[in-house]
């Protein structure tokens, strides 16, 4: 897994080797200095990225800048300066129109509302003097009937009393008939 580097020598390759030279074990300083070197290859290719993250940034800029032709830049600046008229010259314009229009939307509101507190009252005053005349014209509805049903059995008297006077009438009359009757039955 060493890229690059030389290779760490192991133990057993010695005993492989037969007769020659005695590689470095893995216990000796040079051994440890390789095995050191290895890490530090595996952990850059690994976790170290660096390089991957600086192409990616290269490449941005290639295509922010280069290709694009700084036309973010121009709409960036078409944008502020479109800010800068509109708060400088449309804003302000916006502004004292609106305060006319709502000063006299105000003025209006105020009149209308004026109207409609007046237009009330007067209904309200109507209203209590309906009610008032309601209440006395019952009043005086009540105090009618009930003198109407005190009156009523003197009535009543003087209606039964005529009756039995006018039913006495008719007796009387019809028993003249009777007798003007039988005096014709005779014949």
Known sequence: MSGGGTETPVACDAAQGGGGKKRDSLGTPGAAHLIIKDLGEI????LDHRPVTQGEIRYFVKEFEEKR??????VLENLKNMTQETSERLLPRCRESMQGGLGEALQRLQAANESICRLQQREQERKKVINDHLA???KRRMLQWEE???GQPQR???V???HRR?????REQYAAMEKDL???STF
């Open 148 to 150: 109407f049903l005190r």
């Open 156 to 158: 009543r008297a003087e």
């Open 160 to 162: 039964d009393e005529e």
């Open 43 to 46: 952990h850059s290719r690994l």
């Open 69 to 74: 032709g700084l036309r973010e830049l121009r």
């Open 182 to 184: 039988a005096k014709f």
């Open 136 to 138: 006395a014209s019952e």
């Open 166 to 170: 006018a039913v006495q009438r008719l």
